[in-house]
């Protein structure tokens, strides 16, 4: 399992949805912080999945 400042990146952050499932929705805080402190943070985060929110339960 990964880990992240937000803490650790579950299976369900890494897998892209399939057609006819609800888009993830990003983590907003983490976004404007890679954006502001170091812009390309953004880039491995989506790439990693670790923007986007975990899964509500």
């Known amino acids: 399992m990964r880990y992240h400042i ?9 897998t892209k949805p399939g057609p006819g499932e609800p888009q993830r929705k990003v983590r907003a805080g983490a976004l404007i912080a890679d954006i502001i402190l170091f812009w390309p943070g953004a880039i491995v985060d989506f790439a ?8 509500g339960k």
């Open 6 to 14: 937000g803490g650790p990146v579950t299976e369900y952050q890494r």
């Open 48 to 55: 990693t999945g670790a923007i986007y929110k975990p899964e």
